[in-house]
């Protein structure tokens, strides 16, 4: 199903919090800046311009207006080549003002989680994401069940409090 409103529209309606759960270990595996990253290309976190993106202007943007952003990853470990690159370039989404934080999959046994990764805007609205077995993003749907909405909002809150911040995560 497709969502009513894009990422962008949502996140732009947004008003108090934007929770983003990430549950695969790969994601667009054909993405031109992956393969950069894997022929050696690193950002310059001293230059702003080489690593800057629109997206990130609307993170900036909602924590300005107010809007907590937060990031959680679910990986397995030792993590994968796609979630190395994902670690290391996961400053200027920092810079922008996510919070991110990662949970290796094996402390999260006891959680129910979700089947598909989502952003929950303000508790109430779903944007649930749906990928292929390679990563490309296959589709979208927006959800506003509250009963749906509760036990999403509940799995990002149990990863998000068992998760470690960016800054302290070491991955294996």
Known sequence: MAATATLKQLLTACQRSAWHLEMRDGYTLNDPDLSAW????????????????????????????????????????????????????????????????????????????????????????????YFSGVGDKVGEELVTDPIVVKQQAEAFEAVWQRATPHEDYRPA
């Open 38 to 129: 894997q022929s050696g290309h690193r950002i310059d976190l001293d230059d702003r311009s080489s690593w800057w993106r629109p997206w990130l202007q609307n993170i900036v943007d909602a924590v300005g207006r107010g809007v907590e952003v937060q990031r959680a990853r679910v990986v397995s470990e030792p993590i994968s080549p796609y979630i190395r690159y994902e670690y290391d370039v996961t400053v200027p989404n920092i810079r922008a003002g996510e919070h991110v934080r990662w949970l290796p999959r094996r402390k999260a046994t006891d959680l129910m989680l979700p089947a598909n990764d989502f952003w929950l805007f303000d508790g109430s609205t779903l944007l649930v994401h």
